[in-house]
């Protein structure tokens, strides 16, 4: 019987693992070839090959000035894998009508990757510009949405909580927990009422509540978040949109098939 060392890799996995590297070095803003070469620790010569595959693909695109750039079909793509999302679809209208209840923006994210990943967005009415996009990710422990996603995982919460922590923040931030230690009791406090907030801690002037989606099993998949800046957030606030933004995310939770016990 074969083992998994002596099995050899299908054909073309080295190749599809530089293309994807390229992709993702690109995505990170290296649009030149010397330093995507650089960024992947692929030859220049196999780095243009790939490049070249990848522009007459649509996978990636080029500037007149010969900068690369994301191509047209990671666009097509990514619509798609969004719109194939179960909890994409059934939440969209239980979004909207808590954005026409509350005025405020609309969140809904999932986790990947260990961040937050936006999938849908509705913006408020009180003309506040937030810094979130659908696609765009964010620490799970600096954002309300990213801690209701971790309400369940409370093995992760001190180490994820420390891995996020902005450089020179060793004694603390405004308006933020200073230890491990407060998070995880912030965590539990959160846990018990299932619902989490952000207060300024990934955006200064911005406030959130948030509450977790779950999937038939029970699992939380996905969370919502209603979002405002501080004038029309206060603490009051934050305690009449708990229920509110709970129960929201009950009902997308049993359009997946969740059932309280």
């Given at each position: 019987?074969?083992?998994?060392?002596?099995t050899?890799?299908?054909?073309?996995?080295?190749?599809?693992?530089r293309?994807i590297?390229?992709?993702?070095?690109?995505?990170?803003?290296?649009?030149?070839?010397?330093?995507?070469s650089?960024?992947?620790?692929?030859?220049?010569?196999?780095?243009?090959?790939?490049?070249?595959?990848?522009?007459?693909?649509?996978?990636l695109?080029?500037?007149?000035?010969?900068?690369?750039?994301?191509?047209?079909?990671?666009?097509?793509?990514?619509?798609?894998?969004?719109?194939?999302?179960?909890v994409?679809?059934?939440?969209?209208?239980?979004?909207?009508?808590?954005?026409?209840?509350?005025?405020?923006?609309?969140?809904?994210?999932?986790e990947?990757?260990?961040q937050?990943?936006?999938?849908?967005?509705?913006p408020?009415?009180?003309?506040?510009v937030?810094?979130?996009?659908?696609?765009?990710?964010?620490?799970?422990?600096?954002?309300?949405?990213?801690?209701?996603l971790?309400?369940?995982?409370?093995g992760?919460?001190?180490?994820?909580?420390?891995?996020?922590?902005?450089a020179?923040?060793?004694?603390?931030?405004?308006?933020d927990?200073?230890?491990?230690?407060?998070?995880v009791?912030?965590?539990?406090?959160?846990?018990?009422?299932?619902?989490?907030?952000?207060?300024?801690?990934?955006?200064p002037g911005?406030?959130?509540?948030?509450?977790?989606?779950?999937?038939?099993?029970?699992?939380?998949?996905?969370?919502?978040?209603?979002?405002?800046?501080?004038?029309?957030?206060?603490?009051?606030?934050?305690?009449?949109?708990?229920?509110?933004?709970?129960?929201?995310?009950?009902r997308?939770?049993?359009?997946?098939?969740?059932?309280?016990?």
């Open positions: 019987m074969a083992t998994p060392s002596d050899a890799a299908p054909p073309g996995t080295q190749t599809l693992a293309g590297a390229v992709v993702n070095a690109v995505a990170r803003g290296c649009t030149r070839l010397r330093d995507i650089a960024e992947t620790g692929v030859g220049r010569s196999t780095t243009h090959r790939l490049l070249q595959l990848l522009l007459a693909t649509g996978y695109r080029q500037h007149d000035d010969g900068a690369y750039a994301l191509g047209p079909a990671l666009i097509e793509l990514g619509y798609q894998a969004l719109q194939e999302n179960p994409t679809g059934v939440g969209a209208p239980v979004l909207r009508a808590l954005a026409e209840r509350v005025h405020d923006t609309v969140h809904l994210a999932i990947d990757r260990g937050v990943l936006y999938l849908d967005k509705i408020g009415t009180r003309g506040a937030m810094r979130s996009q659908i696609g765009h990710r964010m620490p799970l422990t600096r954002t309300g949405i990213g801690k209701a971790l309400l369940d995982s409370p992760r919460w001190s180490e994820q909580f420390l891995a996020e922590r902005p020179g923040a060793e004694h603390g931030l405004e308006r927990v200073l230890t491990a230690e407060a998070f009791q912030v965590m539990e406090a959160s846990a018990g009422r299932g619902v989490t907030f952000d207060l300024e801690e990934n955006e911005i406030l959130c509540v948030a509450a977790p989606v779950r999937d038939t099993s029970g699992a939380i998949v996905a969370a919502i978040s209603v979002t405002a800046t501080r004038p029309y957030m206060p603490p009051e606030r934050l305690e009449t949109l708990t229920p509110v933004v709970r129960e929201a995310a009950a997308i939770s049993a359009a997946l098939g969740w059932r309280p016990r």
